[in-house]
């Protein structure tokens, strides 16, 4: 974990303006992303999907690859963003949920959350197991299957329920607390307490592999303005607050 410097800085200097996500490309390394535009101004429902399409995209990749090369691209660049997104989620949806269902919004949070640790917990299996296992096309084939239900339940009956409860700027509101927590991406540097760039994580494999726990300290370190994140170097640009 890095050191806290002295000076705080407030989250919001270091966010940049515009709006890009990542789309699949099959020429991308497991540590660049490949932006496209997409509205500055989303809905929370827009913005979870959103997020879901591009997993899905290259979660279609990976069911195709055949050699241990791209199938260890491709898990890791999947595991990445399944890892960031159940980390967004746990920043933003989850707490919403309570916030606004109650007793019901904790049973939906626990039950979203399960899910992504089994799914993780697989391709961590899968990672360790050999990429060049027979059973790998089908072991790939029913996560993600259980992933399309996750998805189907979350997006076509929990988060509606939430919007239903959300006025137009509420909803736009934590589609930009989602975008913005979407900056912790594999290749995100800090400025440590010399000043000097570094990076958080060495590779897409390091950060697939850290604890849940991590992501949370450091985007508290991040909002408390000890740890100094340089959004511009995330490959995610976010909208300007609402
Ligand atoms: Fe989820
Ligand atoms: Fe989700």
Redesign the pocket.
């Known amino acids: 974990m890095p050191k806290s410097p002295k000076i705080p800085v407030p989250p919001s200097s270091h966010v940049s303006i515009g709006s890009t996500s990542s789309k699949p490309s099959t020429a991308s390394s497991q540590m660049t992303t490949t932006p496209v535009t997409r509205p500055d101004r989303t809905t929370f429902s827009t913005v979870i999907d959103a997020d879901h399409s591009t997993i899905n995209q290259f979660a279609a990749l990976l069911k195709r690859a055949t050699t241990p090369e791209e199938r260890s691209r491709l898990i890791l660049e999947v595991a990445w963003r399944l890892v960031r997104?159940?980390f967004s989620?746990e920043m933003v949806m989850r707490p919403a949920f309570i916030a606004h269902l109650g007793q019901e919004g904790q049973e939906m949070a626990d039950h979203?959350r399960k899910?992504?640790t089994a799914a993780r917990k697989e391709l961590l299996d899968l990672l360790d197991s050999g990429l060049d296992l027979n059973e790998f096309p089908t072991r790939i084939g029913d996560l993600f299957a259980e992933l399309a239900e996750?998805?189907k339940v979350?997006s076509g009956q929990y988060v509606p329920k939430l919007e239903q409860l959300l006025n137009i700027s509420e909803s736009q509101r934590l589609g930009w607390e989602y975008l913005h927590t979407q900056i912790l991406t594999p290749q995100i540097e800090y400025l440590d307490s010399n000043g000097k760039r570094t990076r958080l994580w060495k590779s897409a494999e390091d950060y697939v592999r850290s604890e849940p726990n991590r992501f949370l300290d450091i985007w508290h370190g991040y909002m408390a303005g000890n740890i100094k994140l340089i959004a511009e170097s995330s490959g995610v640009r976010v909208p300007p607050r609402l």
């Open positions: 997104h159940d989620e979203d899910d992504h996750h998805m979350e």
